[in-house]
């Protein structure tokens, strides 16, 4: 596995730089944003994933820890592979993208190209409670906004479920005042604590 490369810019194009490491030049397949900033002759530091077919070994790099984890988060996502991936990250920032997610909107990723609404869908819900933990500190939005989020999420699920609105929100409420930071970002870990806290005994019908 080739986590980081290190060396020198000896060809940059729009959408991929060949660093020479010890006298090797490695293709990394990058951002617009990593292309545009990184000039011929200079020392750059990717952090990488290295994607190994059949038939290639493509290196995709990244600025930041957060971009190559969010990447590997989205090639995660059934019927996302390493260039859509990496086009939602050409497109949104980790911000942007944490916010739409925690949002439940999965318009930003309908505008990327060559994502789908279906698979923009899949994005969004198969990245619930998993994208908060790489966002960074400090990011557009923060933590407060992913806080705010979640529990609607889980109020929604629950409605869906056969409670109704009243009951769900104020047992997400109580839940959440003791939940811990981690289980107050991620909506499945919220929602499996509420379950369990209403109780199969106490479920009602929507309107009741």
Same mark, same amino acid.
């Given at each position: ?7 020198? %810019? ?45 038939? %290639? ?75 908060? %933990? ?75």
């Amino acid at each position: 596995m080739i986590s980081s490369v290190r060396g020198t %810019a000896v060809h940059v194009d729009a959408d991929a730089v060949v660093v020479e490491v010890g006298g090797v030049g490695l293709h990394v397949a990058v951002t617009p944003q990593v292309a545009r900033a990184t000039h011929v002759g200079e020392t750059i530091t990717l952090h990488t994933s290295l994607i190994v077919r059949e038939d %290639a070994l493509s290196l995709f790099g990244f600025e930041t820890r957060e971009e190559l984890s969010v990447f590997g988060q989205l090639l995660g996502v059934t019927g996302v592979g390493p260039k859509s991936a990496l086009g939602v990250l050409s497109t949104l920032t980790v911000a942007q993208i944490a916010d739409a997610v925690a949002a439940d909107d999965d318009a930003p990723f309908r505008r990327v190209s060559g994502i789908g609404p279906k698979t923009a869908k899949l994005i969004v819900v198969q990245l619930t409670g998993k994208i908060a %933990a790489t966002r960074p500190a400090g990011a557009v939005g923060g933590d407060a906004a992913s806080f705010a989020a979640v529990p609607a999420q889980v109020v929604q699920a629950l409605v869906g479920l056969g409670w109704s609105e009243r009951v769900a929100a104020d047992a997400v409420d109580t839940v959440a005042a003791d939940a811990a930071d981690a289980d107050r970002a991620s909506v499945p870990a919220l929602l499996r604590l509420t379950l369990a806290a209403l109780g199969p005994a106490r479920k009602e019908p929507v309107g009741g």
